[in-house]
């Protein structure tokens, strides 16, 4: 599967954005759906996840409450909505895809990775 991020921009903080991944190649619902971001100078983190069907979601601390992951398996697309954003969020997003949910989260050796998209928040 080939995946593909789009949505970034730059926001003020306190704003939102939408980020949208679309798959081609295979089907998305084969896959558990990831998001990831790599702020400048850090390591890449990841941020949240969602299962194949939808049904289970897990972030990580730092965006409960304010991000949202979402998927339209029919679009082949998978969505990070984000709200109450903040100068920390300024990141490189990256979307990701894998088959196996516990291997997603970890970010490592995953069946296939978007290109990031850059959203950067000002204070």
């Known amino acids: 599967v080939q995946l593909q991020a789009s949505g970034g921009g730059l926001v003020q903080a306190g704003g939102s954005l939408r980020l949208s991944c679309a798959a081609s190649?295979?089907?998305?619902?084969?896959?558990?759906m990831g998001w990831f971001r790599q702020a400048p100078g850090k390591e890449r983190e990841f941020v949240a996840a969602?299962?194949?069907?939808?049904?289970?979601?897990y972030y990580i601390d730092s965006v409960k409450g304010r991000f949202t992951i979402s998927r339209d398996n029919a679009k082949n697309t998978a969505y990070l909505q984000m709200n109450s954003l903040t100068p920390e969020d300024t990141a490189v997003y990256y979307c990701?895809?894998?088959?196996?949910?516990?291997?997603?989260?970890?970010?490592?050796?995953?069946?296939?990775w978007g290109h990031g998209t850059l959203v950067t928040v000002s204070s």
């Open positions: 990701a895809a894998d088959p196996r949910y516990s291997k997603l989260m970890s970010g490592f050796a995953l069946d296939a």
């Open positions: 190649g295979r089907t998305l619902s084969s896959y558990h």
């Open positions: 969602i299962t194949q069907g939808g049904y289970s979601t």
